[in-house]
T-cell receptor, first 116, second 114 residues
Framework: GAVVSQHPSRVICKSGTSVKIECRSLDFQATTMFWYRQFPKQSLMLMATSNEGSKATYEQGVEKDKFLINHASLTLSTLTVTSAHPEDSSFYIC????????????FGQGTRLTVV | KQEVTQIPAALSVPEGENLVLNCSFTDSAIYNLQWFRQDPGKGLTSLLLIQSSQREQTSGRLNASLDKSSGRSTLYIAASQPGDSATYLCAVWISNFGNEKLTFGTGTRLTIIP
């Protein structure tokens, strides 16, 4: 299957600082990428849909000024957690699709964010 | 609102047995269904994608079925191995005003006992 690379895999930051997470599609172009958040022993919750060259679409309840998403190219989307707080500590996962319709979604390896 | 439920939440079976994981969804207006596995602390690995016009897909020891009218899908794992131990997630693709997205189930944590 196609490969999606997510970096970093783990990050620890201090409260009030910002953290950037990168999601890259390595062997395909992705017009759409998705960002999810996963709490311990729970399923994935969609945060936002990132579209190349346009603004991201955020799910209800997700603060767009806190979780900044940039999809600058067909192979790269970034999620920046601004002014991080301990409650932002979570597992963040991105995914990408080669196209619309009947194509699969491929996922990165996730980023464990810990805010201290 | 689409809700996806997986039963059971956890399952332990001896190595070598065949097993079935269940997934149900409340809104039949889906166009794809995808099964994933997730190892602890890791991302998701896509296992099978079933298009809405299909009733099943097979990959190796895995077979997934889809019954849209009843809102159900099953993942059948034959001759289970310890390496199959993981959390299995089903997810349905929905389209809302042209925006396509996945809604995930609650997951089944599978343990294969050597």
């Amino acid at each position: 299957g196609a490969v999606v690379s997510q970096h970093p895999s783990r990050v620890i930051c201090k409260s009030g600082t910002s953290v950037k997470i990168e999601c890259r599609s390595l062997d395909f172009q992705a017009t759409t990428m998705f960002w999810y958040r996963q709490f311990p022993k729970q399923s994935l919750m969609l945060m936002a849909t990132s579209n190349e060259g346009s603004k991201a679409t955020y799910e209800q309840g997700v603060e767009k000024d806190k979780f900044l998403i940039n999809h600058a190219s067909l192979t790269l989307s970034t999620l920046t957690v601004t002014s991080a707080h301990p409650e932002d500590s979570s597992f963040y996962i991105c995914s990408a699709r080669p196209g619309l319709g009947n194509t699969e979604a491929f996922f990165g390896q996730g980023t464990r964010l810990t805010v201290v | 609102k689409q809700e996806v439920t997986q039963i059971p939440a956890a399952l332990s079976v001896p190595e070598g047995e065949n097993l079935v994981l269940n997934c149900s969804f409340t809104d039949s207006a889906i166009y794809n269904l995808q099964w994933f596995r997730q190892d602890p602390g890791k991302g998701l690995t896509s296992l099978l994608l079933i298009q809405s016009s299909q009733r099943e897909q097979t990959s190796g020891r895995l077979n997934a079925s889809l019954d849209k009218s009843s809102g159900r899908s099953t993942l059948y794992i034959a001759a289970s191995q310890p390496g199959d131990s993981a959390t299995y997630l089903c997810a349905v693709w929905i389209s809302n005003f042209g925006n396509e997205k996945l809604t995930f189930g609650t997951g089944t944590r599978l343990t294969i006992i050597p």
